[in-house]
């Protein structure tokens, strides 16, 4: 399985960007996939998640209201638009899939996305 993330870049606080994945080599039982960010000095955390068997979203207290996920089954692709951004949200972006949202296998190499003040 690759997956190969795009979109990221350098926003001021309040703006907006869009972050996609593209996987291939899926196999069909991967179900969730979802995204991690990990900001300097600091671990990975998980931003949001999608789960193709239920459809159903997860989201971090943190971006709820401001970042939503998307995803094309088809295509195996997923997005994650990013409004309101804030400084606090600069980091490392990473796409993952697995069999669910808590067995996530299989990472990207990771976009940096960086908010200014």
């Known amino acids: 399985v690759q997956l190969v993330e795009s979109g990221g870049g350098l926003v001021q606080a309040g703006g907006s960007l869009r972050l996609s994945c593209a996987a291939s080599?899926?196999?069909?039982?991967?179900?969730?996939m979802g995204w991690f960010r990990q900001a300097p000095g600091k671990e990975r955390e998980g931003v949001s998640c999608h789960n193709s068997a239920d459809d159903a979203t997860w989201y971090a207290d943190s971006v709820k209201g401001r970042f939503t996920i998307s995803r094309d089954t088809a295509e195996n692709t997923l997005t994650l638009q990013m409004n309101s951004l804030k400084p606090e949200d600069t980091g490392v972006y990473y796409c993952?899939?697995?069999?669910?949202?808590?067995?996530?296998?299989?990472w990207g190499q990771g976009i940096q996305v960086t908010v200014s003040s």
């Open positions: 993952a899939t697995g069999r669910t949202c808590g067995l996530l296998l299989h």
């Open positions: 080599g899926f196999t069909s039982d991967y179900y969730g």
